[in-house]
């Protein structure tokens, strides 16, 4: 042990960092250039993390709000989160080669409103309002057929007139226990509301979230590493709050604020879906300057799930 460093025990949560859907839209890119050559144009961030983004932008990928901001004649990616259905039908309009890295679990979502709104349902959609993935979703169905609910007290709020054909479905990223009393709110107010065939938010979410739960009351402070934009980032740092751990949402390493944290025994770290593992070690490194540290991998639910690139990448 070293006699001018106290000893800090960092006991990361497993899984953590980069999900399957993040995994393959950040390959996306990757391969657009590489098959295309810079620059390729990505429609919003591809993921919410800085740090993945500029690596990317330093590659060739250029970052745009909007189709029109793309010149004819080069390819566009749409982010992961998804995209309205008038986004690939503009480009398909101007010719664009376009690729959509849409998560295929957000885009299981989707094919689940389109059928529901088929069936003559109307849908009540728990999620987060402005939140790219619910703005996809909203764009894939007509518009007044969809009804967003953030909270319980929204569902009290809820003013429809035919309350015997309803359904809903959920954001892929949002906290596993608040979801829960939505629905049951949901339920007990409709009782013929139609659920989802399997669960929405997502399985990285979930494990993610559990992950947290159970190394947070061994730990004196936690940090997350994600966006501030991360959707399922936030989730884990007000779960970790929740399960007796004080938190703090941190980009990266430089964001760690050293009086916050004082000096503890016990720090968890665990990072959001879009975080790479690299700004995982990074705070490690950065914790190790100041204390004598031993790491421990709570490996809490392994995970081997992988999505299928598009076609036009893998021929």
Request: charged share 25%.
């Amino acid at each position: 042990m070293s006699l001018n460093k106290p000893p800090l025990h960092v006991l990361i949560a497993a899984p953590r960092g980069f999900c399957a859907g993040v995994d393959r839209a950040i390959k996306i890119v990757e391969l657009a250039i590489e098959r295309f050559g810079p620059p390729v144009y990505v429609r919003h961030e591809i993921v919410h993390n800085r740090f993945v983004v500029d690596r990317l932008r330093g590659m060739g990928a250029v970052f745009v709000k909007e189709l029109d901001e793309v010149p004819d004649g080069r390819p566009v990616v749409f982010s992961a989160h998804g995209v309205p259905k008038v986004v690939p039908a503009t480009a398909a309009a101007r010719g664009l080669d376009y690729l959509d890295a849409t998560c295929p679990l957000v885009s299981k979502v989707h094919r689940q409103a389109e059928r529901l709104i088929e069936a003559g349902r109307h849908i009540i959609f728990i999620g987060h309002a402005g939140h790219p993935e619910v703005v996809g979703t909203f764009g894939q169905v007509p518009s007044g057929t969809m009804t967003l609910v953030e909270t319980v007290e929204d569902v009290a709020m809820l003013d429809l007139n035919d309350s015997d054909n309803l359904s809903f479905l959920t954001q892929t990223t949002l906290s596993v226990d608040d979801t829960a009393q939505i629905v049951k709110a949901l339920q007990l107010r409709f009782p013929s509301i139609l659920a989802p065939r399997s669960e929405d938010i997502c399985y990285a979410t979930s494990n993610r979230q559990a992950a947290v739960k159970s190394i947070a009351p061994s730990c004196d402070r936690l940090l997350v590493i994600g966006a501030p934009n991360s959707s399922n980032s936030l989730r884990l740092a007000e779960v970790a709050e929740r399960s007796g751990a004080p938190a703090k949402l941190i980009q990266r390493a430089t964001d760690i604020d050293w009086d916050w944290l004082g000096t503890p025994s016990t720090v968890g770290i665990t990072a959001g879906a879009s975080a790479p593992e690299v700004l995982v070690r990074e705070v490690v490194d950065a914790l190790s300057e100041r204390f004598d540290v031993t790491e421990e991998i709570d490996d809490h639910e392994p995970e081997r799930m992988t999505f299928k690139l598009p076609r036009e990448l893998v021929a």
